[in-house]
């Protein structure tokens, strides 16, 4: 964890959260997706290991879910989660020459709602953290690359709707971050300047780097700690959600 080392003590407004990976356990996610694989297996009678299926999902997902920054020139659009699922579960079947029917999305549409709601996990200290805030005067805010339907879906799971006082998706702004318009539409949300909020996420490329062109605190969840990211970047770094805690009170105190 980097020192606190601003003589300076800011008077800050609001503090945001991304969701998945940030306050989500993202492998509660990824078991969700074994869960799915293993059932199109069987639906499909495919021949295949769930694993594998995942990878390749996974794989169609993520390249899908894009952040505009990184996308190709012919695919500088927005693309809402669903159709990124669409299109994933798509190109799974395609590779065993399947083409999905209307009735097939539908049902696997089922099938990623259900197991999501079944598998899908909050890391074991975020609600602990987020009530801690919530007796602050701070405004309490998420900014996720989310569809709108699935946010509520799972908000309404994990019973944590009212612990916030806005959520902005990227369906809602059809940007994805790191983009400035989601950071941007939040802090309006907020009625506050970056430079008076605090962000907190486990991308360094969406949370880190967009928040920081918009003058937000940063502070990474840096599970992975890559070698080849210029770290400096964000205002404090951290490897879990629990360590944030200190900085915090060290912030808003």
């Not at 008077?11 to 996610?29: N, W």
């Not at 994933?88 to 709602?113: C, H, M, N, R, T």
């Not at 989310?146 to 879906?153: A, M």
Request: proline fraction near 4%; glycine fraction near 4%.
């Amino acid at each position: 964890m980097e020192k606190l080392n601003n003589n300076e003590t800011k008077k800050y407004k609001a503090i945001f959260f991304d969701f998945g990976g940030t306050l989500m356990c993202a492998e509660s996610d990824n078991i969700a997706h074994l869960h799915m694989m293993k059932e199109v297996i069987q639906k499909y009678n495919l021949p295949a290991f769930p694993e594998d299926m995942v990878t390749k999902y996974n794989s169609f997902l993520f390249t899908k879910e894009m952040t505009l920054r990184d996308a190709n020139p012919e695919e500088k659009y927005f693309m809402p989660l669903r159709e990124s699922t669409k299109k994933a579960f798509k190109g799974v079947l395609a590779e065993y020459d399947i083409q999905p029917s209307k009735e097939d999305f539908q049902w696997f549409s089922k099938l990623f709602f259900e197991n999501h709601k079944k598998y899908i996990k909050l890391f074991p200290e975020t609600l602990l953290i987020l009530r801690e805030l919530k007796n602050t005067d701070l405004h309490m805010g998420i900014i996720s690359d989310i569809d709108n339907d699935f946010q509520e879906f799972q908000f309404k799971v994990f019973g944590i709707s009212r612990i916030f006082d806005s959520i902005t998706t990227s369906e809602e702004v059809q940007s994805y971050k790191p983009e400035s318009k989601i950071f941007q539409v939040a802090l309006d949300k907020a009625r506050c300047q970056g430079e008076e909020s605090i962000i907190i996420g486990d991308s360094y490329k969406k949370d880190i780097v967009g928040g920081k062109k918009m003058g937000m605190t940063t502070i990474w969840i840096n599970k992975f700690q890559p070698d080849n990211i210029d770290t400096e970047t964000a205002d404090f770094t951290v490897t879990h959600l629990k360590e944030i805690s200190p900085i915090l009170k060290e912030l808003i105190k």
